[in-house]
């Protein structure tokens, strides 16, 4: 029983001390994050071997496990939660969202139905209303909490496929794809790997992917985009990684639907725009049959929290069931809407995250950060600088005036520890991409990304 209490983390006597002090530390890093290095220093990455530790045969102190990996771990974070990161589409987290998270992590629920938790399925349905409303998607559709983009595309194209072969006549749940007629999936040639990943896992076939050719911002190409008929799935994005492009929604969408297709749609960060004053961008997206959108990364929740949307809940209810003899099935209950039976509440940081949003503060939220990008793509190009995108969004694709110097800024850059932002490829060439996604990042953040960037195009010059 001894031994049991220290591994439970009592060895020092007291299970609240610890919180306490895990807390401690949670609230010092948080209070340090805007001085904090972008990238860990070499020394940090180095002392990360600390942790290469043999299994231990008795455990360690929970005190002495918390403080190896505060002491050791925090200066091996990558700041992305601080205003200085500018890599991928990372987002801060909004104070209402983790405080709510560490409440939700000491009751430790199974979100899954109202059985199992009454609070969190009261809470995430509300979450799930003020999506829609945010979104303007319509108000009857399923939305469902996973984990990521990546699994709610999952979710999102199995219930598509599902339907589309109901429609044929054919019982996916009970035959699957043995000799089942051909879905096939049309999707534009810039489309995020997390899409291609789902579609892979799928069974879809990468080979059998018919991909779209894109326009010079990576859109797809109206005019090229083949018939649709009722087995097709046609994939658009909402927000291009690299540009932050729009498709054409309004022209794709009836186009295909008209033909019978579904029309899913990648709207990881980009859908946000929707609760924004650049809505126009997304005109047409509300007739789409799916969609996904992520909270962590521009709603500014905590990692991991994304939502598949489904206008009919019952396509994705089905696709999605858990059902067991001892869990009743409803098209509201989560374990129905996602790949988990068992699941936290990550609805919940999402909750309060609009809650104190509310309408203005997250427009005020994506507003801002468009303007950010805008800004410092203005000011980088008056210094030399390529801007390779028309800046619509929170997405600034940047080139240096040749490829080696492109990516040696990129690289000193990321050591520097000042600013942190990463390495894509554009139209086959490097370049390097900033993402303004965090409610921290103000103006003085953007005054530093830029000095640092215009004294090392200097230093690569001379
Ligand atoms: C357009 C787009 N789709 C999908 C994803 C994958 O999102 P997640 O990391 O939540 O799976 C990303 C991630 O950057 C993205 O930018």
């Not at 709610?152 to 109901?166: E, G, H, K, Y």
């Not at 991909?211 to 083949?226: H, K, N, T």
């Not at 690299?242 to 639907?257: C, E, H, V, W, Y």
């Not at 007739?287 to 206008?311: E, V």
């Amino acid at each position: 029983m001894d031994q049991l209490n220290g591994v439970a983390g009592t060895a020092d006597g007291d299970e609240i001390n610890l919180l306490q002090a895990a807390d401690e530390r949670a609230r010092s890093y948080t209070a340090t994050i805007g001085n904090r290095r972008a990238w860990p220093a070499p020394e940090a990455l180095e002392a990360l071997s600390a942790f290469q530790e043999d299994f231990p045969e008795h455990g360690m102190t929970a005190t002495d496990t918390l403080r190896l990996l505060d002491d050791i771990g925090s200066p091996a974070t990558s700041a992305s939660t601080g205003p200085n990161y500018f890599g991928y589409v990372i987002g801060g987290v909004l104070p209402a969202a983790a405080a709510a998270e560490r409440l939700v992590l000491a009751w430790d629920q199974r979100a899954s139905t109202f059985d199992s938790s009454p609070v969190s399925d009261v809470i995430e349905t509300q979450a799930a209303r003020w999506i829609l409303e945010a979104l303007d998607l319509p108000r009857s559709a399923g939305v469902g909490f996973g984990t990521s983009a990546t699994a709610c595309t999952i979710a999102c194209l199995a219930a598509a496929r599902r339907a589309l072969l109901a429609r044929a006549g054919w019982n996916w749940d009970r035959h699957g794809a043995q000799g089942a007629p051909v879905v096939r999936v049309m999707l534009p040639e810039t489309a995020h790997v997390a899409l291609i990943k789902a579609l892979r896992i799928l069974g879809f076939g990468l080979d059998n992917l018919v991909r779209l050719p894109v326009d010079g911002s990576g859109r797809a190409i109206v005019e090229q985009v083949p018939d649709a008929d009722d087995l097709t799935i046609l994939c658009l994005q909402a927000g291009e990684v690299n540009t932050g492009s729009f498709d054409d929604f309004a022209k794709l969408i009836p186009m295909a639907q008209a033909r019978g297709a579904w029309v899913h749609v990648d709207g990881a960060f980009g859908l946000w725009a929707r609760a924004s004053s650049s809505r126009a961008l997304c005109d047409g997206v509300e007739w789409a049959d799916s969609w996904t959108a992520d909270g962590h990364k521009w709603l500014n929740t905590p990692y991991d929290g994304a939502f598949a949307i489904c206008r009919e809940a019952d396509n994705m209810a089905t696709a999605m069931s858990s059902e067991a003899v001892y869990a009743p099935t409803s098209a509201s209950a989560q374990q129905n809407l996602t790949l988990e039976f068992s699941r936290r509440a990550r609805g919940i940081p999402i909750w309060a995250a609009l809650r104190t949003l509310g309408r203005d503060g997250l427009r005020q939220l994506v507003d801002r950060n468009i303007s950010q990008a805008q800004h410092v793509a203005e000011r980088l190009r008056a210094e030399g600088y390529e801007i390779l995108n028309d800046v619509v969004l929170n997405q600034v694709l940047v080139r240096a005036d040749d490829d080696e110097r492109t990516q040696r800024i990129c690289r000193a850059a990321q050591a520097s520890g000042v600013a942190w932002f990463g390495m894509t490829r554009w139209e086959g060439r490097p370049a390097f991409r900033l993402s303004f996604s965090s409610w921290r990042t103000n103006q003085e953040n953007l005054d530093k990304l830029v000095a640092l960037l215009v004294g090392l195009l200097r230093d690569v010059k001379n």
